[in-house]
Nanobody
Framework: QVQLVESGGGLVQPGGSLTLSCTTS????????MRWYRQAAGKEREWIAF????????NYGDSVRGRFAISADNAKNTLYLQMNNLKPEDTAIYYC?????????WGQGTQVTVSS
């Protein structure tokens, strides 16, 4: 079955960096576009990054553009999110996502807390 497992979250000071990983199984990773979302406490889930199935096209939400970078390693079936210049407002649970046959699959999420 489809599985998405996020990791790499933690506590980081403002201005710091983190790299999140999403290991996948149960589908052909190299053929699928992938996305990162996040959800802060009391807020709706927010889309933040997209990478195409070719891995040639990326796009970002306004809140993270220029600070975050999405990438994928097809050999490892793993999606990444490099996060730089983190701000307190980046505090959230981060989720990776794939859509297969019209259905959204999600991991369990990884908590990122930006605080001094």
């Amino acid at each position: 079955q489809v599985q998405l497992v996020e990791s790499g979250g933690g506590l980081v000071q403002p201005g710091g960096s983190l790299t999140l990983s999403c290991t996948t199984s149960g589908f052909t990773f190299s053929e699928r576009a992938m996305r990162w979302y996040r959800q802060a406490a009391g807020k709706e889930r927010e889309w933040i990054a997209f990478i195409s199935n070719t891995r040639l096209i990326t796009n970002y939400g306004d809140s993270v553009r220029g600070r975050f970078a999405i990438s994928a390693d097809n050999a490892k079936n793993t999606l990444y999110l490099q996060m730089n210049n983190l701000k307190p407002e980046d505090t959230a649970i981060y989720y990776c996502n794939v859509m297969l046959r019209g259905y959204d699959y999600w991991g369990q999420g990884t908590q990122v807390t930006v605080s001094s």
